[in-house]
């Protein structure tokens, strides 16, 4: 099992920057993918985005694609997702996800991920 700490959530205007950060620990040389989702008020968990651990292979929601950039550090174990030209449809609870299952399909749903942190909020005002 892996275990996740999420940091860096608040709240900021639209237009402006975020930036979160994961830090994985336990078993970490299991990991094989690791990613973001998040959670508004009233709604389902949707996927972020999402990031091969061995590879540069990466995936984005079409709702953040080209503000939302995810990046992983292996000698740190940690995962960040740095949100610019944030709107206020952003405003979740964003967790961190890691997954050590060989899936047979793209892990686009809450269900393929073994591993989840506490989660953190990030509020956008207009």
């Known amino acids: 099992q892996v275990q996740l700490v999420e940091s860096g959530g608040g709240s900021v205007q639209a237009g402006g920057s975020l930036r979160l950060s994961c830090q994985a620990s336990?078993?970490?040389?299991?990991?094989?993918?690791v990613g973001w989702f998040r959670q508004a008020p009233g709604k389902e968990r949707e996927f972020v985005a999402r990031?091969?651990?061995?590879?540069?292979?990466?995936w984005y929601a079409d709702s953040v694609q080209g503000r939302f950039a995810i990046s992983r550090d292996k000698a740190k174990n940690t995962v960040g997702l740095q949100m610019n030209s944030l709107k206020p449809e952003d405003t979740a609870v964003y967790y961190c996800v890691a997954d050590h299952t060989i899936r047979a399909v793209p892990r686009s749903t809450p269900q393929l991920w073994d591993d989840w942190g506490q989660g953190t909020q990030v509020t956008v005002s207009s």
């Open positions: 990031q091969a651990w061995n590879s540069e292979r990466i």
């Open positions: 336990g078993r970490t040389s299991q990991i094989i993918a």
